[in-house]
């Protein structure tokens, strides 16, 4: 949800008093009326009686012919391609449950993953509480959220740590052409996998991951202003050892992912190690 | 609980008109709203409002635990409302009983007809209100808590629910009843307004009103509840005001 990159809506009648028109986004409630100008409902609003209101908290954003709410809070809403990275809830005969922090738990078939799975042996791959990064596939109406283990950047994560953020936050954490997350990477040195979901691996020496976290926190506790890239950047450069110092930050375009993908261990545990069955299911 | 003799009865409306906290019949009771409290929770909210102070708890939409609650077509809403052992001047026994069970389920009633369940079929909402102290109106601070907590969520509902308790005590009907006048008064009408629509989701009473009393009691706590959206609606916006410029601290 590339909030922050949305042009915004010309400013209503009668905008809260104290929602100041950051250049031009609204902040609506649920319940408050949205300045349709022709426009049709769409996604967190809702029309009574030819007005539209908001049904969500978030920023409105005109979207020709819709005008949608984007939201500024809660769970994870899952989008078809999303990588999400996602904690093993319950490992059944044929696939594992997956908490991706959305309503509903996604069920990993075990023909979406890179291993040979024999149907009821799906614990030697993967065990409850073992974290996976996974793409989103497909939705269906009942809110059912397919996702697949198969492609470039997708597995198992081995150690490190997660840290969960607001999904809204994550447009912020990637920043504009991935420039933040790039910034945190080279100024720690640690491996930082990003999670549309909120979801946020990180792995490397202690200290790279609690400056990683620290960065994390003033991303997620910032409020809606600008300079937080460079206020990221000064502040991981203060914290950094000498031997840190001389690290260039080249002025973005290379694709974010480059950096943040290439470390999952896209193959199997080793086998014999791990009985199955130890305890749940 | 009536008036039972005069005995201890306090004066709960002097001859200038003014009750027994110096309040006019009309007025409410001065209250406070924090959105976003808790860092666990999908949502929250404080609320302190007069001598009553609440915490909401949002969690969800998820997996409906049990699960055969679980409903095919839409979210189901769980309530539960509880009060803290030290929340009254006797100590509460803890617990559910059968106060906190009904307000649950009010609460949860009135949050149906506004929160768009269907849009997220077969998983839970969960609404935790947890009443610290109290005196008075807990199960309408206990909604507004929870309405801001759960638009602090990013719940997609048609509107905020303030609530509010109007009665009648000392013969005169009066908004936002405190303790004394709940326990001594002759009235309690609590109620819930989605201000959108203007329609009532809650509505209880006890105690006695004629017709006349009545239509006026609603009309004071429709008032009521307007000048609580307010307040709810500043709470939100001061958690997720769009600052501009790059200013402050780092």
């Given at each position: 949800m590339g909030s922050s990159h949305r042009p915004g809506p010309r400013r209503r009648g009668h905008a809260g008093s104290s929602s100041h028109p950051s250049g031009d986004r609204v902040l609506v409630l649920p319940g408050e009326e949205i300045a349709s100008q022709g426009l049709k409902p769409g996604p967190g609003t809702y029309r009574v009686g030819g007005k539209l209101y908001a049904s969500v908290l978030g920023l409105v954003s005109p979207q020709p012919p819709f005008v949608q709410v984007i939201p500024l809070s809660g769970r994870y809403i899952p989008k078809p391609n999303d990588v999400v990275i996602g904690t093993v809830t319950d490992a059944q005969g044929t696939f594992w449950l997956l908490d991706i922090g959305a309503p509903r738990w996604a069920p990993l078939h075990m023909t979406g993953t890179p291993w040979q799975v024999e149907i009821g042996e799906t614990e030697k791959f993967l065990r409850v509480k073992e974290s996976v990064v996974v793409r989103v596939e497909n939705l269906d109406a009942t809110g059912r959220i397919g996702v697949t283990m198969l492609g470039d950047g997708l597995g198992k994560l081995e150690g490190g740590s997660i840290f969960r953020i607001s999904p809204a936050r994550i447009p912020r954490v990637v920043g504009r052409g991935g420039s933040m997350i790039q910034t945190i990477t080279q100024r720690t040195g640690a491996q930082v996998a990003v999670g549309q979901n909120g979801r946020i691996w990180v792995d490397g020496d202690p200290e790279a991951i609690h400056r990683v976290r620290e960065a994390l926190r003033m991303i997620s506790e910032d409020g809606l202003r600008s300079g937080l890239t460079e206020r990221v950047d000064s502040y991981l450069r203060s914290t950094s050892r000498s031997d840190d110092e001389g690290v260039q930050v080249p002025p973005s375009e290379t694709a974010h992912r480059d950096a943040s993908e290439s470390h999952f261990a896209s193959t199997p545990p080793s086998e014999g190690g791990d009985e199955p069955g130890d305890q749940n299911n | 609980m009536g008036s039972v003799?005069?005995?201890?009865?306090?004066?709960?409306?002097?001859?200038?008109?003014?009750?027994?906290?110096?309040?006019?019949?009309?007025e409410l009771r001065p209250i406070k709203i924090k959105a976003g409290a808790l860092k666990h929770a999908d949502g929250s909210a404080y609320v302190e409002w007069g001598e009553n102070k609440v915490m909401a708890a949002v969690y969800g939409p998820r997996e409906v635990h049990p699960r055969h609650l679980q409903q095919n077509t839409k979210a189901v809403i769980q309530c539960k409302y509880n009060m803290a052992a030290f929340s009254v001047d006797e100590r509460k026994r803890p617990g559910l009983d059968r106060r906190s069970q009904e307000i649950s389920k009010v609460i949860a009633e009135a949050f149906e007809s506004v929160v768009?369940?269907?849009?997220?079929?077969?998983?839970s909402i969960d609404v935790y209100i947890e009443v610290l102290q109290a005196n008075a109106g807990t199960r309408c601070a206990g909604l507004v808590a929870a309405s801001v907590a759960l638009a602090d969520a990013g719940i997609p509902m048609a509107d905020l629910l303030p609530a509010v308790a109007v009665g009648k005590a000392g013969g005169a009907i009066i908004l936002d009843l405190k303790k004394e006048e709940d326990n001594f008064g002759e009235a309690d009408l609590p109620m819930a307004l989605v201000p959108q629509s203007g329609r009532l989701v809650l509505l209880q009473m006890e105690g006695h009103m004629t017709r006349e009393e009545l239509a006026k009691a609603l009309d004071m706590g429709v008032a009521g509840c307007r000048g609580i959206y307010e307040v709810m609606k500043q709470a939100l916006r001061d958690r997720y005001a769009v600052t501009p410029g790059p200013e402050g601290s780092a």
């Open positions: - | 003799g005069a005995k201890d009865v306090p004066v709960l409306l002097s001859p200038e008109g003014l009750r027994i906290d110096g309040r006019r019949v009309d768009f369940a269907e849009e997220f079929p077969r998983t």
